[in-house]
């Protein structure tokens, strides 16, 4: 049975960083293409970042604008997003996802950046 883990959110001040890992199991992930989305209160959830299972990347840049990093560990079955210089209007759950054949999310972690 697929599971995917996501962990390593909380809280940190603005300008500060966070590196949200999702863990994976129960599903072949280096053929899997890998996300991440966000979802704010009273928002519908957004891509955040995504990489292939080739480990090539693509951003929300209108979310993100270069702050965030995605990157995979096919040995470790596990994907990151390092986020840099965070905002509050990163606020957030952030989950996970992996797509192709199947799709599969995540629980969700919460970020939440405030001073």
């Known amino acids: 049975q697929a599971r995917l883990v996501e962990s390593g959110g909380g809280l940190a001040q603005p300008g500060g960083p966070l590196r949200p890992s999702c863990a994976t199991s129960?599903?072949?992930?280096?053929?899997?293409?890998m996300s991440w989305y966000r979802q704010a209160p009273g928002k519908e959830r957004e891509l955040v970042a995504k990489?292939?299972?080739?480990?090539?990347?693509?951003y929300n840049d209108d979310a993100v604008k270069g702050r965030f990093i995605v990157s995979r560990d096919d040995s470790r079955n596990t994907m990151y997003l390092q986020m840099n210089n965070l905002k509050p209007e990163d606020t957030a759950v952030y989950y996970c996802?992996?797509?192709?054949?199947?799709?599969?999310w995540g629980q969700g972690t919460q970020v939440t950046v405030s001073s």
């Open positions: 996802k992996a797509e192709w054949p199947s799709i599969y």
């Open positions: 990489i292939d299972s080739s480990a090539r990347t693509t």
């Open positions: 129960g599903f072949t992930f280096s053929i899997y293409h």
